[in-house]
């Protein structure tokens, strides 16, 4: 999945553009360093800014707390190409797979599995209980010795919805100026006839 940022730019330069002959590939190569540019950019700022901090944030934040930083250190831009329509492109992405469904949300549908569980019990067999909870029983492991197993089964089924927080599509958003502004500069380095990088 991937969402598309067009950024446009103004008809004046459009206009400009069309009127330099032999500068196209000039153009699209210094939009591309600007973007490039602009990108690295980008990146830090949505490590820094949306994914940071301990969560759980509210969803209308467009952030994700951190847990083991992977998603963080694994966003990276991939650098500005022009495509078969001569539009030059530029994306931003991570390789750990749980990204996607953070950025686009979705819908997931699963099915309790048959199991057991140590519940810890009292010397003469009963449960112990939570503090301020009488009907839920405490869980054991290994380590204790006054425990209780007991089975329980599967094949309920249930629904968790995942909110689409898009922390990389907003962060884009909010670093727009940004690609504007680097691309500028690129661009008018050629069109002072400056030598190309």
Do not use: C
Not at 36 to 53: F, K, N, P, Y
Not at 106 to 119: A, F, M, Q, S, W
Not at 137 to 143: D, I, N, W
């Amino acid at each position: 999945m991937s969402q598309t940022i067009t950024l446009e730019l103004s008809p004046g330069a459009i206009a400009l553009m069309e009127q330099l002959t032999g500068m196209p590939f000039q153009m699209r190569r210094a939009i591309a360093r600007g973007m490039d540019r602009a990108g690295m950019l980008a990146v830090s700022d949505i490590q820094a800014r949306r994914l940071t901090g301990q969560g759980p944030f509210p969803v209308e934040e467009h952030r994700l707390g951190v847990k083991t930083s992977r998603l963080r250190t694994s966003l990276r831009w991939s650098p500005a190409q022009t495509d078969e329509s001569g539009a030059v492109v530029g994306a931003i992405g991570s390789n750990v797979i749980y990204a996607a469904i953070h950025e686009f949300g979705d819908v997931i549908n699963r099915t309790t599995k048959p199991g057991n569980v140590l519940l810890r019990t009292t010397k003469k067999g009963a449960l112990l209980r939570q503090d301020g909870h009488p009907n839920l029983a405490r869980f054991g492991s290994k380590r204790h010795k006054l425990v209780k197993q007991v089975s329980y089964q599967g094949g309920k089924q249930y629904t968790i919805t995942i909110p689409a927080r898009a922390p990389i599509g907003h962060g884009v958003a909010d670093n727009m100026p940004v690609f504007e502004r680097e691309i500028s500069v690129e661009l008018e380095k050629v069109l002072r006839g400056g030598p190309p990088e």
